[in-house]
């Protein structure tokens, strides 16, 4: 295969990605722009949280409690993801996999105690 070769494959594979790009802007944007409905209605822009309209100003503040517990749910969940490859491999990590996974969950326990201690858990 020569050089001009080479470039022209990678010319190729340039090009249909630049069309893909095209292409997609056009259908987001021009098409988009034809397609869809264009009814403004003031019921719209009305500020909308969780099902409950809002009363007074419009927005009111969500207590920071329901963020920590989501995101505690989020991390123990990760720990999941890493907790079931060590599961599957466990004979090929030996006793260092063990104890690098004792260390990890020891951290995590320790994040779960203080979040207990914190009274964070408690959802009411």
């Not at 019921?43 to 009363?55: H, M």
Request: hydrophobic fraction near 55%.
């Amino acid at each position: 295969m020569s050089y001009s070769d080479f470039v022209r494959q990678y010319l190729t594979v340039a090009l249909m990605g630049g069309l893909a790009l095209i292409l997609v802007g056009a259908l987001l944007g021009v098409a988009g722009r034809i397609l869809r409905p264009d009814r403004p209605q003031g019921q719209k822009y009305l500020t909308y949280e969780s099902g409950v309209d809002p009363v007074g100003s419009g927005w009111s503040q969500s207590q920071v409690r329901y963020y920590v517990f989501a995101l505690l749910f989020v991390m123990f969940d990760v720990e999941a993801v890493f907790i079931f490859p060590w599961a599957v491999g466990l004979e090929t990590f030996g006793a260092f996999g063990l104890i690098e996974m004792i260390v990890f969950i020891a951290i995590l326990a320790l994040g779960l105690a203080y979040a207990w201690r914190k009274k964070v858990l408690k959802w009411v």
